[in-house]
């Protein structure tokens, strides 16, 4: 080993600072007239005062801002999420933690969570973005879970501008440069373009963990005595205030917050994860928790608030990158790459040695104690007493929401007497070059997705990505999904579609669903339409996890994504993206959307018709978003999705796809692309219900909430039929797999373009916007 | 029979998967080695592994290349054990002066991830025992520097002694030079012939579940110059 310059004692010999309880700590004293510089309202500061007792100190006042924000503290969504299911056979854990698990079978569990990172994304993309694939890995390493896979969900305003060109190139380098450093595979997501998103774009990564049931970790202290290991990257000024930061507005003010966005660092954190993960395994870890937003506050706030214990913190001790930090600062850093640890009790020389080969710097910075209260000391001094409990339990307020009248309006609009489109095979070349749609190929070939080789199932092949898990036949399955159109225009059904549309891409792939990470993108909750949004989205969300037996088991609530245009304050579309994981039970047995042979049958599966209300169709074509979403009957998706995947795992399908944007003809074309090889189909004139023009074009463009396609070998077709109508899904025969075109009719109208015209529109699109 | 080394940097990243292939390919005891150490503990073959040791904040491979570990690994290829570097592996052996030229920035100037077809141009070097010349293998490439530049002389010196064991093949796939190498070089070996540098992966192209088995001849070669009877 190479020489080391001399460290301070491993374990400090019992001189921490101590002080009598209810000691008063030195320092500035701030009142209410401050309370908007700390992000407390005058009746939150109240409180503080009320539970310390006194008037803060400006750190204490800080902290307690920090950790009542909205990103920490969840004041305006924690009622409302109280309302999601949370329980299951499969999971192992639980919202609470820093992220939830379900059980996979085999002993295995996978840790998952979806974050956001949308403000630092806008003001900084590349680190905004790098830094949220950061955050999410600790999180996931945090529960002893290796991390194997991320997936993101982007969303960003109108390609055809420059803005949303410089950020989806950094967002994109952001996510690259970091996963591909850390060696974790970027295996699937979405990206989707609307204008409500133009300044304030979307960052929302996903990461799954592996972990053996027995690894299971927990983010506590611990017991009393045991010591606080500040474990990886110095502490610096970057990140300052950045959970405060997270939960206000947008303003231009932003540009000049640049110190506000950490930088991150994946040489770093790939040795916290290496480390980390072996001294779980060797059993010398007690407690463990990631610095994510409000550092050390949270962190350990946390940590002591899982354990119904105190803390006494020495700041003297926590590493800084930079002299003159005050306590303040030291507390509510957010550099990147630092966790804090606690051991085994008499292990604790042994956690340190092993933390240090990995060249990681190692500091006790604390102890528990019994007292419940959070104490700081620079030194011998107090500089801070708070009490755990309260600081970690934010006020929450229940608001009233009322909708939009212009959003029930475009909703409720008469959709009769659009005129058809002149050219149904020009339509459908330029859905497939619609952005959203459009092949993401240019973005997921800049991240390395099949290092840790598991990945089964390569970007964009298919509805879900799929990674085998070694030593078992089994395979995990996740997905990334939210039509925030149809959000918008009804919030509880479009979050409901979300969910569903989840669940259809496991069964795509022959993934039972098992459960739900969300992330709550919203505008500022304090405006009645957006509380509306929320709370209709979260019960949509509800009602979906309920049918589908999909509990959440954690997440993630960005709020004040908002920007101010000319025309005033303007929100995102309500964008709750669900994050979704499943099992394969025998990774032979999977599906993909490719076209595998010419000759397939191809079979529609699933009941409801599809209709133009909100779809990508009529925004494309017509520039109108309206109309309502796809007609939702849960049992109806339930069965869907059992179905589809039972018919995968049985080995009977393995071509599967689901009709989502631009209806069944961008299905299809999709699945023609991805196979290399035509279709050839005619829709059944009844499929949906009438027989006039605007019908044939929604059976051809419009969407649907439980249709799949399937392509199956005439042998097979019949075992698939009586498979799919056993399981109560009806099944119609739609055409052939072969050739070199595109041919479709529905009713009247009918469309019949080239393959490779086709995949020219489907691939164009990012290429050249990343070019 | 002898083991396998992998060799481990802080930041490698594919230490794993070469391991995990390698022992499901040739049944071989593979062992890792620490960047610190300066003893390969008497392993038969090294294999170089890709990630970003390090950060890859310098140069690509530069900082590994200066490792305890990467002095016993040229005193073993000197002695003529065979020594496979994939990917940032190939960075460093190019870095410690194990092989000539230098790993650049992409063509693209982005990161580049995607299989791409490679033809192998000897069949006469042990590390390529078992494959064809001429036969097209699909391999993964996975990295942001990965073009290879020499200049004139020492690529003219390449190929005139036919150390140029692997080109990417443009003519097979539009996109088939992922990175702008010069002349198409994917891989080409050194020393006597016993050091072999690539940018592919063949360790990602070890079992067909995961898309394709072209990678494994090239294992099987490199576990077989080590004395592993594969």
């Not at chain 1, 950045?242 to 206000?248: C, E, K, L």
């Not at chain 1, 000049?256 to 779980?280: S, T």
């Not at chain 1, 089994?474 to 919030?491: F, H, I, Q, S």
């Not at chain 1, 739900?516 to 304090?526: E, I, K, Y």
């Amino acid at each position: 080993m190479s020489d080391r310059p001399a460290l301070p004692p491993l374990v400090p010999d019992g001189a921490w600072p101590d002080a009598p309880v209810g000691a008063v700590p030195v320092g500035v004293v701030v009142d209410r007239t401050k309370s908007a510089t700390f992000g407390l309202t005058p009746e939150e500061f109240d409180q503080v005062v009320g539970h310390l007792g006194r008037l803060p100190a400006a750190v204490e006042a800080a902290m307690f801002g920090a950790l009542w924000s909205e990103h920490c503290g969840y004041k305006n969504s924690r009622p409302l999420l109280r309302r999601l299911p949370t329980e299951g056979p499969q999971v192992l854990q639980g919202p609470g933690e820093n992220a939830g698990v379900v059980d996979v079978g085999d002993g295995w569990g996978v840790a998952f969570k979806m974050e956001s990172h949308n403000h630092p994304s806008a003001v900084e993309p590349v680190q905004g973005a790098a830094t949220g694939v950061g955050g999410i890995l600790r999180d996931i390493f945090a529960m002893g879970a290796r991390p194997f896979a991320v997936l993101d969900a982007l969303r960003f305003g109108d390609l055809a501008t420059a803005r949303t060109r410089y950020l989806l190139h950094g967002v994109v380098e952001g996510i690259a440069g970091y996963g591909n450093a850390i060696g974790v595979p970027t295996v699937g997501g979405e990206i989707a373009f609307h204008p409500s998103y133009q300044e304030n774009p979307l960052v929302n990564v996903m990461a799954l963990g592996l972990l053996r049931h027995e690894e299971l970790q927990s983010g506590t202290v611990g017991a009393v005595g045991h010591v606080l290991l500040y474990v990886g990257a110095k502490t610096g000024r970057d990140g300052l205030g950045g959970a405060v930061f997270a939960s206000a507005d947008l303003s231009a003010a932003s540009d000049a917050d640049r110190p506000a966005v950490q930088v991150g660092d994946p040489f770093l954190e790939k040795l916290l994860l290496e480390a980390c993960l072996e001294a779980i395994q060797a059993g010398l870890v007690a407690g463990i928790q990631d610095m994510g937003a409000a550092g050390l506050t949270s962190s350990v706030g946390e940590m002591a608030h899982r354990a119904r214990l105190g803390v006494d913190l020495d700041l003297a001790r926590v590493p800084r990158r930079e002299p003159g930090m005050t306590p303040l600062e030291v507390m509510l850093s957010e550099s990147q790459e630092r966790m804090v640890l606690t051991a085994v009790p008499g292990r604790e020389d042994d956690l340190i040695g092993l933390l240090r080969r990995w060249e990681l710097d190692v500091v006790p910075i604390g102890v528990v104690r019994d007292h419940g209260r959070f104490r700081l000391f620079e030194g011998d001094e107090l500089v801070a007493d708070m009490p755990v409990g309260p600081l970690n339990d934010a006020p929450t307020y229940v608001r009233d929401g009322r909708e939009d009248p212009a959003a029930s309006a475009a909703r409720e609009r008469a959709l009769d007497g659009l005129p058809p489109p002149a050219d149904a095979g020009a339509a459908l070349l330029d859905l497939l070059a619609d952005p959203t749609i459009a092949s993401k190929r240019a973005v997921y070939q800049r991240y390395d997705h099949q290092v840790m080789t598991n990945t089964v199932v390569l970007p964009g092949a298919a509805d879900a990505a799929v990674l085998r898990l070694k030593g078992s036949d089994r395979a995990v399955a996740a997905t990334v999904d939210c039509n925030a159109r149809y959000v918008g225009l009804a919030p509880r059904h479009g979050a409901a579609l979300a969910v569903v549309e989840a669940a259809r891409n496991l069964a795509a792939v022959g993934a039972t669903p098992l459960g739900v990470t969300d992330n709550l993108n919203f505008g500022n909750p304090t405006v009645p339409e957006v509380y509306f949004q929320m709370a209709e989205a979260v019960e949509g969300i509800r009602e979906a996890c309920l049918a589908l037996r999909t509990p959440v088991t954690g997440g993630n609530v960005s709020l004040y994504n908002q920007y101010r245009a000319i025309e005033g304050v303007r929100a995102v579309l309500p964008t709750p993206t669900i994050g979704m994981v499943g099992v394969l039970p025998d990774v032979r047995r999977r599906a993909t959307m490719a076209l595998a042979r010419d000759g397939d049958a191809l079979v529609l599966l699933g009941e409801g018709a599809p209709s133009l209300g909100a779809s990508s169709y009529l925004a494309r074509v017509h520039g109108l978003e309206a109309g309502a979403p796809p007609t939702l009957d849960l049992a109806a998706a339930e069965r869907l999705v059992t179905t589809l995947a039972g018919l995968v795992q049985a080995g009977l399908v393995d071509t599967a796809h689901d009709v989502g944007d631009g209806g069944i003809a961008v299905a299809l074309a999709e699945m023609a692309i991805a196979g290399g090889r035509g279709v050839d189909a005619e829709l059944p004139a009844n499929l949906a219900g009438h027989d006039d023009a605007a019908r044939d074009v929604a059976d051809l463009f419009g969407e649907a909430a439980h249709l799949a396609l399937v392509a199956v070998p005439e042998a097979q077709l019949a075992a698939v039929t009586e498979a799919a109508e056993a399981g109560g899904v009806p099944c119609h025969r739609v055409g052939r797999a072969g050739g070199d075109r595109i041919a479709l009719r529905a009713g009247a109208l009918g469309l019949d373009v080239a393959l490779a015209d086709a995949r020219d529109a489907f691939e164009r699109t990012i290429a050249e916007a990343l070019a | 029979m002898p083991h396998l080394a992998v060799l481990r940097f802080p930041g490698s990243n594919c230490d794993d998967d070469a391991r995990h292939a390698l022992e499901r390919v040739t049944g071989a005891d593979v062992r890792f080695v620490w960047h610190a150490d300066s003893d390969l503990g008497g392993a038969g073959g090294v294999l170089v592994p890709g990630g970003f040791s390090y950060g890859d904040y310098l140069r690509s491979g530069a900082l590994a290349a200066q490792s305890p570990v990467m002095h016993a690994v040229r005193a073993f290829a000197e002695r003529g054990g065979p020594v496979l570097g994939i990917c940032n592996g190939f960075q460093v052996l190019t870095e410690a002066g194990m092989l000539p030229g230098a790993l650049a920035r992409n063509e693209g100037l982005a990161f580049v991830c995607r299989t791409v077809t490679v033809e192998v141009q000897r069949d006469d070097h042990p590390l390529l025992a078992g494959l064809r010349r001429g036969q097209r293998l699909r391999l993964p490439v996975a990295h942001h520097d990965g073009r290879y530049v020499a200049d004139d002389a020492t690529l003219d010196a390449l190929e005139a002694e036919g150390r140029v064991v692997l080109r990417y093949l443009p003519a097979a796939d539009p996109d088939g030079n992922p990175n702008g190498a010069m002349r198409d070089i994917a891989g080409i070996v050194g020393g006597r012939g016993n050091v072999l540098g690539m940018m592919p992966h063949p360790e990602r192209a070890a079992e067909a579940l995961l898309g394709g088995e072209d990678g494994v001849p090239l294992l099987r070669a490199f576990a077989r110059a080590a004395g592993v009877s594969a």
